[in-house]
C-alpha cells in the first residue's frame, strides 16, 4: 500500500493527464486527489500501463494544439492533436488583435447557421466576423473597454447583444476571471511594477487570477473592506480620466477650427491647414468684397415675410406660362432659327446652352455680385427672381452640370414630341420654380438660414415625372432588356423608383448635399402637370375628331345612278 510506484500510483497520474488535456485550458496542474473528468463515467475501465512523463515545470502552456485522449469501444485509446478554441486569457497568442479576434468554433458558421441565429438580414462573413470579434473580447478581457469599439461600429446593438448571448450560451467563457486577469496586467504596465513569484517575474498565464489587491500599509482606503481596493475601480478611474481627456481635445481642437473657418472671408476658397495660403491680388480682393454681403447676421424677419415675396413671384410666372402654353403657335419652318434641326433638338440645346453660359458666368469674378443676387437662393436673404434664376446655376462641371445636362436631352426631347415647346416649356420653367420654392420655404421653417441653393433639379425630375405619367402604363425597355418575349418595365415603376430613392434619401442621418426636397416636390408637380395636359391634349384631341366629322358631312356624297336607266334613255335619244 506504501509502494510509490504501485498501481494507485500510476491511475492518479494518468488521471492528473488526462484531466488536464481534457481541458479547454493548457495549463497543467499537478495535484494529487484531482477529480478524472474523462473517467467519472468509466468506473470499472481497465487502463494499460504507459510511461507518463511530465514536464518540470507547473506552469506548462499548451497554446495551439492539446492531447486529447479519445476512447473507443474496444477500450483502446489513441492520441490525437485538435486544434483548440481559446477561452481563457493565459492562453491568449502574443499576435492577438481586436479586429480579428479569435475563433469561436473549429470553423465558420453557414449561412443557414447564420441565418438561425441572427435572421436573414445579416449577411454571412459580417456575422462570423462579429462573432469572432466578441470571442475575443471575452478571452481577453475588453467587452467594456471603450477604446476597441470602433472595430464593432458597423453593427448594432441588436446584432451585438445576439452574438453574446450566443456566444454565452455555445462557448463558456469565465468573463470575470479574464477581466480581472487583464485588469492586473493592464495595472502592472502602466505602474511599472515587476511582481515576483517564485522568483521569477510575472508573466499573464503564471498564477491563478487574482481579482483584487490587498491595501498598501501607506494607503488609507474610505471605506474599508476586507477585500481590500478594487482593481476595477482603479481601471475605470483611469479609463474615465483618459477619455475626459480625449474629449476635452477634440472639443479643444474643433473650438479652433470654428474660429479659423470663422475668420474666412465668405466666396474664398482657401485650405484651414495649408503651411503658406495663397496669396489673393488685390483686384480679385475688390470682387470678393463686391460680391459678399455685409450682414453680420440673417436680417431680422418672420417667416412669412421670406416666403410671401418669392410666393406671389412664382404664382405670377406660372400664370404667365400657363397663358404661353395655351396661346403658343409653332412658328413656320422658314421662320425657325434652327430650321434643319428637329423642334425638340433645338428647344433642349437652346437650354443647354443657356445653362452653359451661366455656368462660364460663375467662372467671370466680375459678374459674382450679380449672380449671388439673382441666381442663387438664400433663405436668410430671398430674392424673388432667384427662384427661376437659379435652375440655371450650377456649381460643378462634371459632378453636377454634365449629369443634368444628360437628363435635360433624354427625358427633354421626348416630352418635348409629345406635349409640344410651349407645354415642354412651361412644364421646366414652373416645376423648377414650384419646386425651389418649397425646398426654400422648408429650410426657412426649419430656421436652416445659412444655406444655399442651385440647380435645375426639380425643373428635371418635373418634366421626367411628366412624361413617365403620361406614359405610365406603357413598357419601356433599356438597351433591349428586359428580352422579348418578356413585357417591359411599366412607366410607373420607373416613377416610383425615383420617388422612392428620394425617400430614402429624406431620412438619411448623414449629411449630404443633395436637394431631396426640391426633387421630391419637383416630381409631384411633374405628375400634375402630365395630367393637366393629359387632359388638354385628349380634348384637343377630340376636338379635331369632331371639326373633321363636321367638314365630312357638309359635302353632298355624289347620287347613284342606275344603269338599267341609262340604258332605256339611251336609245330614245338616238332615235
Known sequence: MNNPLGINALRSSARVFVRACSKPCGRLSLLNNSPARCFSFLPNLQLPQPTLSFPPSPSTSFRKYRPVYQWRPSGLRTLKLLNTVIIHYVDLPPNYKDEDGLQFLRRDLDAKEVVAIFGPGMPTLAANKLLRILHGRRVAGTLDDPTVQINTRSFSRGEIKIAL????????????????????????????????????????????????????????????????????????????????????????????KEEELAKLTPGELAKIDQAKTRQVSPRMQEYIKKATSDLEAPPEMKSWERILPSAVAVLL?????????????????????????????????????????????????????????????VPATPKPFSLFGAMFSHQALFNHLLPNLTMLWFFGTALHDDVGRGNFLSTYLGTGALSALVSMSVYVLRGHLHVSMCGASGALYGIGAAYFWLHRFEDFRIFGLPPEPMNGVPGLAFLGLG?????????????????????????????LAGHFMEKKLKAKKELMQKKKAQIEGAIPSPVPVDQGLVQKVTPEKTA
Open 165 to 256: 448571448d450566443y456566444l454565452r450560451k455555445n462557448i463558456p467563457v469565465d468573463e470575470i476571471v479574464n477581466a480581472g486577469l487583464r485588469a492586473e496586467d493592464e495595472l502592472a504596465a502602466l505602474e511599472g511594477e515587476q511582481v515576483e513569484e517564485d522568483g521569477e517575474e510575472f508573466k499573464p498565464g503564471k498564477r491563478m487570477p487574482r481579482l483584487y489587491k490587498p491595501l498598501e500599509k501607506t494607503q488609507e482606503a474610505k471605506k474599508p473592506t476586507v477585500y481590500g481596493e478594487s482593481v476595477f475601480e482603479k481601471i475605470r478611474a483611469r479609463n474615465m480620466a483618459r477619455i475626459e481627456e480625449e474629449m476635452r481635445q477634440k472639443e479643444e481642437e474643433e473650438r479652433q
Open 317 to 377: 410666372g406660372i400664370g404667365f406660362l400657363v397663358a404661353y402654353a395655351e396661346y403658343y403657335r409653332p412658328p413656320k419652318r422658314g421662320e425657325r432659327l434652327w430650321p434643319d434641326i428637329p423642334p425638340a433638338a433645338a428647344t433642349v440645346l437652346g437650354l443647354a446652352m443657356l445653362n452653359l453660359v451661366v455656368f462660364g458666368f460663375w467662372r467671370t469674378p466680375p459678374l459674382w455680385g450679380f449672380l449671388n443676387r439673382y441666381f442663387l437662393i
Open 499 to 527: 420617388v422612392g430613392i428620394n425617400i430614402i434619401g429624406l431620412f438619411r442621418l448623414s449629411v449630404h448635399n443633395i436637394d431631396v426636397i426640391a426633387h421630391l416636390s419637383g416630381a409631384v408637380f411633374g405628375v
